[in-house]
């Protein structure tokens, strides 16, 4: 166990400096290339075209080609939006199931009712908190229609299983990616095992344009079909007006800064790698568990989700706060699928709630997990900083009059 000089100064929260004088800014770097091309924008004024401009079909194709040159790639306003497209792609209607992972962020459910669909909340492996694959195969029914694993905090779902099960049942397997571009699974990237992959482009994901989204597929008619529901359900001719559609395309501006961030991808995994490494290490024999790495794969670490030992879940709200003060991003995770209000009741109107006692793992290890900051641009000394606030915070509950036994025996 890492340990602390006795003398150090008091926490943040309790009036003492914090370890960095203010919070690292989740700001959007813009290169020269990239500010050159933004100006040529400017001056030529089509900031968003029909279909997708030319800097969003080379965004397009320089992702596609990321993964591969059998893949193609449509670019979109938000992950929330290609997640809706990739699911309408699907054939995903009313009253079809969708099989999502209690641990995620909403949208993915969101997109799903949206088409009418209703999701069916599966558990989660308690060890990388990511969609429990045998819980899945067991949730499988006539009326599945797809399954959705979120590879959340860039932690990989075991896809590889996952396609193998898909086919053998018949349905979709629509990987959301969100948090994850880059991430291992097997020898291949997480996003090349679905029948359709969405990604994220938000407030510091690995690649940030500020907000936007990619649909990636192998199909370049779901491709063709996928651009269409982006634009109205239309074609690319004035009167081709196909089907119901959505206005969902990617502004030009946006296809700059996104494919300019994409080469910095590898560089920007590799220093969230580093950072998650360093909180293992400084956390190592406290009782505080970093998630496993799974081993079907290889993590990114959008964030690194931290578990508490059983029974100190009541500290976490002090924990968050107190880490929070010395200007270290730390927060509690989304809420499980079934805590958000909305959807509990929609499940419970078509009579497919499943909560606490249908999700055993999640139920019992998300409340006391707690997510902290490794990117973006996360540079080692930061990260040290940030694995010593986690570690001091955590000191100072340990060694409070509330809680009189040791970390390590409270495993």
């Given amino acids: 166990m890492t340990t602390i000089n006795e003398n150090a100064r008091p926490l943040a929260v309790l009036g003492g400096l914090p370890v960095r004088p203010r919070a690292i800014e989740s700001t959007v770097t813009i290169g020269i290339e990239a500010r ?15 279909h997708g401009g030319p800097y969003s079909r080379r ?33 995903v209607g009313p009253g079809d199931e969708v099989i999502i992972p209690a641990a995620c962020y909403v949208s993915a459910a969101t997109a799903a009712v949206q088409l009418g669909a209703i999701p069916i909340i599966c558990d989660i492996d308690v060890d990388t908190l990511v969609m429990d ?9 006539p009326a599945t229609k797809a399954v959705l694993p979120v590879h959340l905090w860039g932690y990989p779902v075991d896809v590889a299983r996952l396609r193998t099960l898909c086919d053998d049942a ?65 074609g690319p001719g004035w009167e081709d007006y196909y089907s119901l559609g959505y206005s969902y395309r990617m502004v030009e501006f946006s296809a700059i800064v996104g494919r300019h961030g994409l080469t910095d991808l590898d560089s920007e995994i590799a220093r969230r790698r580093e950072a998650a490494q360093i909180y293992r290490e400084t956390l190592a024999g406290t009782g505080l568990e970093p998630a496993r790495e799974p081993d079907w794969g290889e993590c990114s670490y959008f964030k690194l989700p931290i578990v508490m030992p059983a029974g100190s879940q009541h500290h976490r709200e002090f924990l968050v706060e107190a880490v929070s003060a010395e200007n270290v991003s730390c927060k509690v995770p989304h809420p499980a699928l079934w805590q958000v209000p909305w959807l509990a009741d929609y499940l419970r109107s078509h009579a497919r709630y499943r909560g606490a006692e249908e999700c055993p793992a999640a139920a019992g290890v998300l409340n006391r997990t707690f997510e902290v ?21 955590w000191q100072h509950i340990c060694d409070s ?8 025996r409270m495993r």
Avoid at 36 to 50: H, K, T
């Fill in 133 to 141: 694959v045998d819980a899945a195969a067991a949730l499988i029914g």
């Fill in 36 to 50: 050159r091309e933004i100006a040529d924008l400017l001056d030529d004024g089509n900031l968003s075209v029909w």
């Fill in 373 to 393: 900051e490794t990117g973006p641009h996360l540079p080692v000394h930061e990260a040290q900083a940030s694995a010593e606030a986690v570690l001091r915070v």
């Fill in 170 to 234: 018949g349905v979709a397997l629509i990987e959301d990616t969100s948090q994850a571009p880059g991430t291992r699974v097997g020898n291949l990237k997480a996003g090349m095992y679905g029948d359709y992959a969405t990604y994220s482009f938000a407030f510091r994901k690995h690649v940030s344009t500020g907000d936007g989204g990619m649909v990636l597929t192998k199909d370049e008619a779901a491709a063709t079909r996928i651009r269409e529901l982006a634009n109205v359900g239309k």
């Fill in 401 to 408: 009059a509330s809680m009189s036994t040791s970390p390590e």
């Fill in 59 to 91: 965004f397009e194709q320089a992702f596609a080609a990321h993964h591969g040159p059998e893949f193609h790639a449509v670019a979109v306003n938000s992950g929330t939006s290609a997640l809706h497209l990739a699911l309408a792609a699907a054939g």
